[in-house]
Structure formats: structure tokens, C-alpha cells
């Protein structure tokens, strides 16, 4: 029976960064998921000559001292990541929103769009601009920046409820989570710094991370089937593959959470794609409620994720309301919103539910689910003392790779 110091269920981004650290550790790692390529959630895609990447193309992370620039210091990657920001979009009910990397121009379009908020929102632009000074001067300063809360801070200027759901949709999308649970310092970062741009999207990251755990001798199964866990008491003691049994002395699970996303692929002709359209835009279908958005990634010139001639690949990606089943033909008009006569100018579509890749839980196994705070490792606690679950998500990249490297730091 081999054994391995760590059995990886899922090539998500948390399994491939925490299988690639260990595996540069020296530690013997298994990593296997049912799907052909690594990547989970943001695995690229290829259908009818497109070539689709989910997730977005523009992150932070990569600015000093940032998790995606410490994970390539770490693993000596270099994926791409550029300074050629292509800005991205919030759009609104009533607003579309174009958001550029010189804050200047980002703050006349809120003007522009928000004419009675001219004062609160110069002064806040000001002031997170000062701070952002200080603390590129003061460990002082960015210590006072990561304890104060971004949104306490926000509201003390009084902006209306649609600009404070413009705020926390960008927080969601970056970070993971809303800006009541973000330090000051990622707002200032998010106001004053543009994030970096991956024309491929996490794709790349993913395929180098792969190739680090093979180079280091771990083992890949990839379109493996989900493995029976073997259970002694609390523990596991074997995982049950279609290459036989292993016995490891941790396993780790990366597999999509119980409220995963759906994403929707499609192909369009390049004339329905609405002029200034930029490559991410995050919608809103009410100004108030930012925890409902969707997000649209649409495939660029010069990127690795293709399409034929005359066209291009748009993914969707949004989170189906709880026990409801959301079907692309429902979910169209949504997107029809931000691409009129989409439907006219579709070529193909295919919808990617990652429920279809959960994990079947035993019955041995009790999760405890909690809500992710930023800063802490979004491990979720069960019952099975050798048994760590990390979350795979769309919506929480930057948190999973973070997650990823505090539990290789505990695992070596």
C-alpha cells in the first residue's frame, strides 16, 4: 500500500498551492481530481474552438507583500501578471461605471454619475489617497490601517446606499468578502492602486503550480474518479482510488462549497459586444443588495483563451439563489441587461455547474460551515482529526491561496 504524507482530493486553487509547497518541501503528496486539466473552478475550457477561462483576469495580490507575490517568490513563478491594466466596469440598474487605473478618472466618472455626492466623494478619494502616503512612509501607519474597518470608515462619509453597494461589490469580488469584514488598507489599495491584469485569467498559475508537483516527483491523477475514504474511528486510514488503496497521514479537500457557483459559457460575434465594454464587469441587478451580483469575463486579443475569427468568449459566473435551480435560459436576461441582443449574436453556450463536482461526503464526516473573515484561514472544522477542507471558489480565490499557504506552513 504506498504511503504519502498528504492526499490532495481536488486540484482546485487551494489544493494546487498547498500540494506544490509541500511537494517543494520534500513532503510525498497525491493530488487527484475528476476532471482532465487542474484548476477547479477557474480550469480553462474548450468548446466548438473557443477557449474559455472562468474566473477573473484582474486581481490583487501581486502588490508588495500581497499573498499571489509572496506564493511566486515562494515557487519562483512568473505567470504574467502585467501593469497594462485594461480597467473594468460596476453597472448598476442605473449606472455603468468604468473604473480606470488613475483613481482621478475613476472619481470624475462617480461624479459624473453621482452629481449630489460630488463633496463626500472628493473628500474620501482625498483622504484614502493621504493614506495611502503615510503608510508607504510608516510601519506605524499601515499597522493603524490593517486594525481600523473599511467600512466604518467608508460610512463616515455619507454616501448614499448605491455607492456603498459599488464599494462592497469590489470588495467581494478582490477580497472575497464584504467590506465589514476588510481592514482599512484594502480599501485604501482599492481606491489607489489599480490591480494587476492576467490576460489568461488564474489558468496560467494553475498549469505552473501543476507542473511544480510533478517536477518534485508528486503524483497526479487527473479524470480520477472521487476515491472512498477508510475510515478507522476519528481518522482516515486509507483513500480508495482506481489505482488502489493509499495510505496517507493527512488529507486535504478542495472541492466547490455547498452554495457553489454556476458558470455559463458562451460564444458570441464580436458586433453585439457593447463599445467600451471592458474584459471584467460586475453587475448588479439591485443597487442594494452587492451580495447578488454576477460577473462577466470577456475574452481579449492576444490572450491565450481563444475563439475563431470575428468572435469572442464571454463566461458568466453567478450564484444561484438557495433551493432554487437556475437554468441558463432563466439566467440569459440578466446578462441580456449589459449585452443587448446577445441572444441574436450567440453562437454556442454551456453552462459549468460546479455542484456537479462536490465531493460525496461520508456520513462519518461532520462539517461545521462558517463564514469567512478576512485574515483568518477559511478552513471549514470537521469531525475527522485528519481530514483539512478548503473551500474552492470563484468568488474567494485570493482567501483560498491564503488558506493554502497558512495550512502547508502548519503541514511541513
Known sequence: MPKYDIACIGAGMAGLTVAALLTRAGKAVCLMDPAESAGGCVAAQEISGFRFTAGPTITYGFEPGGILQ?????LDLSVGAT???????VVFPEHRITVSGDPRETLEELVREFPDETHGLAKLYRDVHRLSERSAKSSFSRYILRRRNADAYLQSYGLCASLQAYFDVQSRFFFGCSLKHIPLASLVLMLTTAPHYLPEGFTLLADQLISIIQQQNGTWYRSEPYPELLFRGSRITGVRTSQGIIEPHTVILNVPDERAETIL?????????PVGMRPNVLCLADDMLSSDYYALSLSQAGARMTAPMGMSSLAAEYLPSPGIEQTADSFMPAIVSVVPFLQEFQVISLMQDLQKRRFPMPPAVTVRSSEYRFGRPMLASCSIKNLKIVRDSVRALLPAVFT???????LK
Do not use: H, M, T, W
Open 70 to 74: 509572496k506564493l511566486c517568490y515562494d
Open 83 to 89: 501593469n497594462a491594466f485594461p480597467g473594468y466596469q
Open 265 to 273: 459559457f458562451i460564444g458570441i460575434r464580436d458586433e453585439v459586444i
Open 404 to 410: 493554502a499557504r497558512s495550512l502547508a506552513e502548519k
